[in-house]
């Protein structure tokens, strides 16, 4: 089993990226996603869900500005980042859930500074 993060980097303030995380080793389609993030000095941190279902919750600090999607054809999930923020400076990791399984991915680097 694999979790493979991409697409982390610098930008700066107000920029976007878009973070992908690619599973292999798991029936995909049947896995809750999400995307965590754990900043210099601070505990990991949920940034986002989405359900095998497609349905998807936030935390108040992105809402409205972060998208968490999809493609169970390509084992994917995306997270979409708009209007960075330095604070939003961090590690990002994908995790995949279903019952009793919980993997991990290596995680993504993510620097918001001018």
């Known amino acids: 089993v694999q979790l493979v993060e991409s697409g982390g980097g610098l930008v700066q303030p107000g920029g976007s990226l878009r973070l992908s995380c690619q599973a292999t080793?798991?029936?995909?389609?049947?896995?809750?996603m999400s995307w965590y993030r754990q900043g210099p000095g601070k505990e990991r941190e949920l940034v986002a869900k989405?359900?095998?279902?497609?349905?998807?919750n936030y935390s108040d600090s992105v809402t409205g500005r972060f998208a968490i999607s999809r493609d169970n054809a390509k084992n994917t999930v995306f997270l979409q980042m708009n209007n960075l923020k330095p604070e939003d400076t961090a590690a990002y990791y994908c995790?995949?859930?279903?019952?009793?399984?919980?993997?991990w991915g290596q995680g993504t680097q993510v620097t918001v500074s001018s």
């Open positions: 995790k995949g859930v279903f019952w009793k399984s919980t993997y």
């Open positions: 080793g798991i029936s995909f389609r049947f896995y809750t």
């Open positions: 989405i359900s095998e279902t497609g349905s998807t």
